[in-house]
């Protein structure tokens, strides 16, 4: 999904835990017992609303053509089949593994160079930093669409090849705004103190990145690392302009699989919609924390 | 010799340095590319061949801004655009401040609601675009799937509807998944917001008499107002630069749905440089227009 903003506040503290750790604010009451309920009543409708999508993905991924029948759409199949997760696999596999080598390797180089511009920005900083950083965080919130015509021609006067390659540059390059703005925020939080004690001792500005700032940054990797991770694993602009079906990820290759066909088999397409937002999930599930600390990226004043 | 610390500051050249690839490529990238796609936007460019460049092309200054916007089908477009924005942006925020508020007082199992609330967000809008199509069918009676086929299946027969093929307001039904996928996000936003007010003030507020209304009145609700608005600025942008969920939910060819991300992808693909450019600087204007006041007065709050 899209970027997001902006206040120059912490996107997540030096202890790693972004979002306001429950135990950190007194425990006030729950309310009254009929007030409780009538609220666990209401969060648990919304609850079954939202996971509506959740069991039709699931339930047409495992219906054979004997379910076809509109009168039974929103029943359970009737024969439990893998066919159609058989045939997703087959069909969407080549992407999901093109999808890996694009994402990995842009999120690691888009980290890096976030890390050393919000170092810069925030810890090292020099006159018209302010303007500098507003100026980057501005490529944010472009609407490609606005470079994408430009884009296609630099993109062949590089003479990079179409698919992984171009897609990666432009993960990269499109994600340093917020790579910046999260690792900037985060050293933000380090203290002066530190900074000016390894400039009393001699060091430089590479030696401090390197010795006193670059240690303590594994959180806000994590966080900027996911969210680079998640970003360019959804992406489908840049993927529809600047990839085929043969070489592009797996957005594109779900999006013919599920438009593509003459006749519509939502059970194939379903299937490879769960197989396509498997990796995204499980991220979100295990690093759940750090998740959320990019979506906050600095959007919020504690 | 040793410089101090605030000398040190002052020098531009070693941290520019270290910058400049950063500053390079979004200079380029960015901005420069901004300016190429308004040159070309000022061009007669609209045929594959002017487009590789066999063709001779001219310059129209304006004209193809004119064209756009005189034109019946771009207007339907921004049309769209803007009801879009409006129904994506008062459900989120509306959702998202339900859920945050009911969610705001500790309680057993919070964090399972918080997480499903949120899970959409780690989704594509391509993946979410499938189901979301299947839910929107917009056939009904013997032949319904879908959401019109729960409707009936739970005695709301009359709430049946074509969804996204109503001509007029169809692109409201393409919110509904919008809606879906980041509610849960303007929710973390508030409940954030909600962990970040003191309990002092809460009691300060009580101790003072005040009522729950008056409570939230005066004192919590002019704490959460940034955070409404970096929501608004977030959904409100997002929603303008919208185009996955569009494109896989009813594809460019449907003259309901089509918005300008939509228009500049079929410009595009016919080889209507020109035109596709324009939408492109259109789009960036609406978005600027939001934006640059926000991030100017955030850049203005830090000095």
Same mark, same amino acid.
């Given at each position: ?10 996107? !997540? &503290? ?5 979002? =306001? ?5 007194? &425990? ?17 409708? $919304? ?10 993905? *699931? ?11 509109p009168?039974?759409?929103? !029943? ?5 089949? *893998? ?19 694009? +994402? ?17 920005? !925030?810890?090292?900083?020099?006159r018209?930093?302010?303007?500098v $950083?507003?100026?980057i965080? $501005? ?16 993109? *062949?006067?590089?003479?990079?090849? !179409? =698919? ?42 590479? &030696? ?10 594994v959180?806000?990797?994590? +966080? ?17 302009? $600047?990839?085929?079906s043969?070489? =592009? ?18 059970? +194939? ?8 937002s ?15 600390? =990019? ?8 | 010799?040793?410089? @101090?610390?605030k000398?040190?500051?002052r #020098? ?7 910058i ?19 040159? @070309? ?35 339907h477009?921004? #049309? ?101 996928? %980041? ?9 954030a ?13 009580? /101790? ?20 409404a608005?970096?929501a ?31 228009d ?20 960036? /204007?609406?978005?600027? %227009?939001?934006v ?10 830090? #000095?």
């Amino acid at each position: 999904m899209t970027a997001l903003p902006t206040e120059a506040v912490p996107a !997540s &503290r030096p202890t790693g835990a972004p979002s =306001g750790p429950a135990h950190a604010r007194p &425990r006030r009451t729950g309310g009254f017992p009929v007030a409780r309920t009538l609220r666990y009543a209401a969060l648990l409708l $919304f609850l079954l609303i939202v996971l509506i999508p959740v069991y039709v993905l *699931l339930v047409t991924s495992f219906k054979g053509p004997g379910d076809a029948s509109p009168a039974r759409a929103w !029943s359970l199949p009737t024969e439990w089949t *893998l066919d159609n997760w058989d045939t997703a696999w087959t069909t969407l596999s080549p992407a999901i593994w093109r999808t890996l080598q694009m +994402v990995i390797p842009s999120a690691l180089i888009a980290a890096l160079l976030g890390s050393v511009n919000g170092f810069v920005l !925030s810890r090292w900083s020099f006159r018209g930093a302010n303007l500098v $950083f507003t100026l980057i965080l $501005f490529g944010m919130f472009i609407p490609y669409q606005a470079v994408i015509i430009p884009l296609n021609e630099l993109v *062949l006067d590089l003479e990079l090849p !179409s =698919g992984v390659p171009t897609l990666i540059l432009l993960h990269v390059v499109f994600g340093i705004p917020i790579t910046t703005l999260i690792f900037r925020n985060y050293y933000q939080t380090v203290p002066h103190e530190l900074v000016e004690a390894a400039r009393i001792d001699g060091a430089g500005m590479l &030696r401090t990145y390197w010795s006193v700032i670059l240690p303590i940054s594994v959180p806000s990797f994590v +966080v900027v690392l996911i969210w680079q991770f998640t970003s360019a694993w959804n992406d489908f602009l840049f993927a529809v302009f $600047f990839s085929s079906s043969q070489n =592009g990820p797996v957005t594109l290759a779900l999006n013919n699989l599920a438009n593509g066909a003459l006749l519509q088999n939502y059970g +194939v397409s379903m299937a490879g919609a769960l197989f396509a937002s498997l990796p995204t999930l499980v991220v979100y599930i295990i690093l759940g924390k750090y998740f959320i600390g =990019g979506l906050m990226s600095g959007s919020v004043k504690s | 010799m040793i410089k @101090t610390a605030k000398k040190a500051g002052r #020098k531009a050249g070693a941290p520019l340095l270290l910058i400049a690839p950063s500053l390079i490529l979004v200079g380029i990238f960015v901005y420069g590319l901004i300016g190429a796609n308004f040159k @070309t936007s000022l061009s007669d460019v609209h045929t594959a061949g002017q487009a590789t460049g066999q063709a001779p092309a001219g310059t129209v200054w304006l004209d193809n801004y004119f064209d756009l916007l005189g034109s019946e089908a771009f207007q339907h477009s921004l #049309k769209n655009l803007f009801l879009y924005t409006g129904v994506f942006l008062g459900g989120t925020m509306l959702m998202g401040f339900l859920w945050a508020w009911l969610l705001e007082r500790p309680m057993k199992g919070e964090g399972i609601f918080r997480s499903v609330y949120l899970f959409p967000m780690a989704v594509s809008f391509v993946a979410s675009g499938v189901v979301w199509r299947w839910l929107l069918n917009s056939n009904q009676d013997q032949s319904a799937t879908g959401l019109n086929r729960l409707f009936q299946m739970i005695g709301l027969d009359f709430l049946q509807n074509n969804w996204w093929n109503n001509v007029d307001y169809g692109i409201t039904a393409i919110a509904i998944p919008a809606i879906w996928q %980041l509610s849960g996000y303007v929710m973390a936003l508030f409940l954030a917001g909600f962990r970040g007010i003191p309990d002092e003030l809460r009691e300060a507020a009580r /101790v003072d008499g005040a009522t729950t209304w008056q409570l939230y009145r005066h004192v919590l609700f002019p704490q959460l107002s940034p955070i409404a608005l970096s929501a608004l600025i977030i959904i409100g942008h997002m929603s303008l630069k919208s185009f996955d969920l569009i494109m896989s939910i009813s594809k460019p060819a449907n003259y309901q749905t089509k918005v300008p991300a939509v228009d500049m992808y079929v410009f595009k693909s016919s080889f209507d440089y020109a035109n596709a450019a324009a939408v492109g600087s259109i789009l960036l /204007v609406l978005v600027a %227009l939001v934006v640059v006041p926000y991030l100017v007065r955030t850049n203005r709050k830090e #000095k």
